[in-house]
């Protein structure tokens, strides 16, 4: 691992060959642009949707205006492809949950710092416990760059607070310097954080939620793999097409209620910050 790495902070791991790495944004990104390029299909970034209007029935089909602040689309199918912000539209309210996961970046290493941390100029390491650290270093578009991934909460509102991220952003320079001692000086250049969504029965949020609507949401912390197959499925459904992965598919139960959303907050987190804890020098 002090090979691959550059550091001996690990004692052990478990190699799984085979896998990749994706630059996520590059990828939905260039996705897009070919879908775009080799499809009559058009996107429109920037343009989220504030509201879903019932325009009535028309040719026999019931109608729904997709409203923007710059504009409208009607459709007789609709799909919600939003995950925990399906509840926004009024559909599986007070059963989803949404948790907040957080990431810093380090700035650009220079040559040295990369000479001097040595290893392979880009790996990944998954924490053995789930409230440890994500590391990976990544290199090509943006330099070569560390990547420190911890900390959780559970947001009701969809928001992180800005304390919150402070926290955060003092965490994930801890777990930095504790495992990166040769690169002192290097400082993290970005921190973010991400919604996950989920349900207490770990099932999607899926099917015609009204006529016409259809719910593609609750990937349960697995967007690429879980996001795209529930997609799959949910245009296949509208379509009539049985092509891929309808066929395999059993309808699940639907999500869970939750409990009121105070006692939710207080119970989620306190949870989470006790995993934390627990987790020791993974975080």
Same mark, same amino acid.
């Given at each position: 691992?002090?090979? *691959?790495?550059?550091?001996? /902070?690990?004692? @052990?791991?478990?190699?799984?060959?085979?896998?990749?790495? *994706?630059?996520?944004? *590059?990828?939905?990104? #260039?996705?897009?642009?070919?879908?775009?390029?080799?499809?009559?299909?058009?996107?429109?970034?920037?343009?989220?949707?504030?509201?879903?209007?019932?325009?009535? &029935?028309?040719?026999?089909?019931?109608?729904?205006?997709?409203?923007?602040?710059?504009?409208?689309?009607?459709?007789?199918?609709?799909?919600?492809?939003?995950?925990?912000?399906?509840?926004?539209? $009024? /559909?599986?309210?007070?059963?989803?949950?949404?948790?907040?996961? /957080?990431?810093? &970046?380090?700035?650009?290493?220079?040559? @040295?710092?990369? @000479?001097?941390?040595?290893?392979?100029?880009?790996?990944?390491?998954?924490?053995?416990?789930?409230?440890? #650290?994500?590391?990976?270093?990544?290199?090509?578009?943006?330099?070569?760059?560390?990547?420190?991934?911890?900390?959780?909460?559970?947001?009701? @509102?969809?928001?992180? #607070?800005?304390?919150?991220?402070?926290?955060?952003?003092?965490?994930?320079?801890?777990?930095?310097?504790?495992?990166?001692?040769?690169?002192?000086?290097?400082?993290?250049?970005?921190?973010?954080?991400?919604?996950?969504?989920?349900?207490?029965?770990?099932?999607?949020?899926?099917?015609?939620?009204?006529?016409?609507?259809?719910?593609?949401?609750?990937?349960? $912390?697995?967007?690429?793999?879980?996001?795209?197959?529930?997609?799959?499925?949910?245009?296949?459904?509208?379509?009539?097409?049985? #092509?891929?992965?309808?066929?395999?598919?059993?309808?699940?139960?639907?999500?869970?209620?939750?409990?009121?959303?105070?006692?939710?907050?207080?119970?989620?987190?306190? /949870?989470?910050?006790?995993?934390?804890?627990?987790?020791?020098?993974?975080?």
């Amino acid at each position: 691992m002090k090979d *691959l790495t550059g550091i001996d /902070y690990y004692i @052990n791991g478990l190699w799984t060959p085979g896998t990749a790495m *994706l630059q996520p944004a *590059l990828y939905i990104q #260039s996705l897009a642009d070919g879908v775009s390029k080799h499809s009559n299909v058009t996107i429109y970034e920037n343009s989220p949707v504030i509201d879903l209007i019932d325009e009535g &029935m028309h040719g026999g089909e019931k109608i729904w205006k997709a409203k923007t602040k710059m504009g409208s689309i009607s459709s007789s199918k609709i799909i919600l492809a939003v995950n925990g912000m399906v509840e926004r539209f $009024g /559909y599986f309210e007070n059963r989803l949950m949404t948790i907040f996961t /957080y990431s810093s &970046m380090s700035r650009k290493l220079t040559s @040295n710092e990369s @000479n001097i941390l040595g290893g392979s100029k880009e790996w990944g390491l998954t924490s053995a416990d789930a409230m440890g #650290s994500s590391v990976r270093r990544i290199s090509g578009i943006g330099g070569d760059r560390i990547l420190i991934r911890n900390r959780w909460s559970y947001n009701p @509102n969809m928001e992180a #607070s800005d304390s919150f991220m402070i926290s955060a952003a003092k965490s994930h320079s801890s777990s930095f310097n504790a495992r990166f001692s040769s690169l002192d000086g290097v400082t993290m250049e970005y921190c973010w954080g991400g919604r996950l969504c989920l349900s207490l029965n770990n099932v999607f949020a899926q099917g015609e939620v009204e006529e016409g609507v259809y719910s593609a949401c609750c990937q349960n $912390g697995l967007g690429t793999a879980k996001g795209t197959a529930i997609g799959i499925i949910t245009a296949e459904k509208i379509s009539g097409a049985i #092509s891929s992965l309808v066929p395999n598919f059993v309808d699940e139960e639907a999500p869970k209620k939750l409990m009121p959303k105070a006692i939710m907050w207080a119970g989620v987190n306190a /949870y989470l910050g006790w995993k934390e804890l627990m987790s020791g020098k993974e975080k």
